[in-house]
């Protein structure tokens, strides 16, 4: 069971980036699948979750607007579009996958983990 991440980078404010997770090694469709990411000193936060059965969850209030959550399911990868970055983005970003149609954005729900991207956006 393997989750890659993968375009994070660094990015002025305004930019966009596009993360990936490619999953493999369970059944894609079985699973609900969520980005979170981690600020220095700072909680895990969720952002959203998407799964086959019941669609994409809402998005935390701090991305609402600007993230899209999307899955290509030919290629068993996770999409998050990130666009109007501003520097409270800046983190680790994790996709984390559980076994479940609940679309649930608390990542002590989740089981299974990726091992980040870092995203920075600058000033």
């Known amino acids: 069971v393997q989750l890659v991440e993968s375009g994070g980078g660094l990015v002025q404010t305004g930019g966009s980036l596009r993360l990936s997770c490619e999953v493999s090694?369970?059944?894609?469709?079985?699973?609900?699948i969520g980005w979170f990411r981690q600020a220095p000193g700072k909680e895990r936060e969720g952002i959203s979750v998407?799964?086959?059965?019941?669609?994409?969850?809402p998005y935390a209030d701090s991305v609402k607007g600007r993230f899209t959550i999307s899955s290509n399911h030919a290629k068993d990868t996770v999409y998050l579009q990130m666009n109007r970055l501003k520097p409270d983005d800046t983190g680790v970003y994790y996709c984390?996958?559980?076994?479940?149609?609940?679309?649930?954005?608390?990542?002590?729900?989740?089981?299974?983990w990726g091992q980040g991207t870092q995203v920075t956006v600058s000033s």
């Open positions: 984390a996958a559980e076994y479940s149609d609940l679309l649930l954005l608390d990542p002590t729900g989740f089981g299974l």
């Open positions: 090694g369970f059944i894609f469709d079985a699973y609900a």
């Open positions: 998407i799964s086959s059965s019941t669609g994409s969850s």
